[in-house]
């Protein structure tokens, strides 16, 4: 992706992934995350290109909360769009913070099995899966229907 120079002289090029950490940097800075004082930011590209975000939002009914991959996944939908090529979470710490259970079957939802699942730290890119490694035996959305 090319961006267009912010002020004269030298042209910014930025890849696809440093946009998609920037997205979800800037998610994450605006997560609602006040129980577990955990900041998640989430960005995603679909095929159309066009990158969506999202980050956690959590309720005083622990459980209500929501997770940052949820919120981008509502964002993508609401745009209209359904089909995910990849998708990058973004936290703090040391460990590596792959998308929980639940979203991994949200992501299932609109993603085929080679969609990429990137993991990052604040300081970039950790390591990189595909969904299918992630959910292996997915159960999909073509999976459970049943024809007439
Ligand atoms: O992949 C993840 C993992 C955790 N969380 C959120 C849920 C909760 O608000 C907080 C602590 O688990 O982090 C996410 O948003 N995405
Ligand atoms: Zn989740």
Not at 82 to 104: H, Q, S
Request: aromatic fraction near 8%; hydrophobic fraction near 45%; charge should be neutral.
């Amino acid at each position: 992706m090319r961006w267009k120079p912010l002020s004269g002289g030298r042209e910014i090029t930025m890849n696809s992934l440093d946009q998609l950490f920037s997205a979800a940097m800037a998610a994450r800075a605006n997560a609602y995350a006040p129980y577990s004082g955990f900041a998640v930011g989430a960005s995603l590209r679909t095929r159309s290109g066009a990158v969506f975000s999202g980050a956690n939002v959590e309720n005083a009914s622990y459980p209500v909360g929501t997770c940052a991959e949820a919120s981008a996944i509502s964002a993508m939908a609401l745009a209209g769009e359904r089909l995910i090529f990849e998708i990058l979470i973004v936290a703090d710490g040391e460990a590596l913070v792959t998308p929980c259970g639940a979203c991994r079957q949200r992501i299932r939802e609109f993603a085929a099995a080679d969609a990429k699942i990137h993991v990052a730290g604040l300081d970039g890119l950790r390591a990189s899966f595909t969904l299918d490694q992630l959910l292996p035996y997915a159960f999909g959305p073509s999976v459970g229907k049943v024809s007439p």
